[in-house]
């Protein structure tokens, strides 16, 4: 028997697989103690990158928007937060036209937090996630800039070999396919 929780963002029944839990943490956290509405973060959110002139296909857990424009892309993990970091810092730097300002990868207890456009640590534990009334001022001086399309290639690769593992596992058992439910 297959259970299922509450996806606290969309209100929806949804199974309570992988790191499910953490990602329900990390939304509620998101929302209470950071500020931003439900309305702000979008769940799997699709990804398409090219690897030998193939599409792969697959979504970013979370990614938090700040006066419409993307501010955070988020890998929600249950295992060791390093792990991931990779993976989330590429998907933000290509999920979009555009590199999103951070990437966060976190087990909803705890936090590594990344500024994208330099690959910097920005901070580490739950207080370097930035708050709502943040991102507002922070946006004020950012310059959304695409990723350099001589180095795209390299991180489509990047990002395809840490996420292969999360699709020929965890994410079997996913009721999403594109960001949307089957």
Known sequence: MNRTIIDYITGKMIPDVGAEGSRQLFEKFLVE???????????????TVLFKEEEYVSTVDLIVFCNENPFMAIRCIAGSLGSYEREILAAARLVYDVQIPFSVSTNGKDALVRNVLSGRPHGEGLDAV???????????????????????????????SYDI??????????????????
Do not use: W
Not at 33 to 47: F, S, T
Not at 170 to 182: K, M, R, T, V, Y
């Open 165 to 182: 593992e999360r699709n020929d596992g965890e994410c079997d058992a996913s009721p999403f396919l594109n960001g949307q439910i089957l």
């Open 130 to 160: 930035p708050a709502k009334e943040d991102c507002a001022k922070f946006l004020e001086s950012f310059t959304y800039i695409p990723f350099p399309p001589e180095r795209r290639e390299r991180e489509m690769i990047i990002f395809r």
């Open 33 to 47: 103690h950071k500020g931003y509405a439900k309305e702000d973060v979008r769940i799997d959110v699709p990804i």
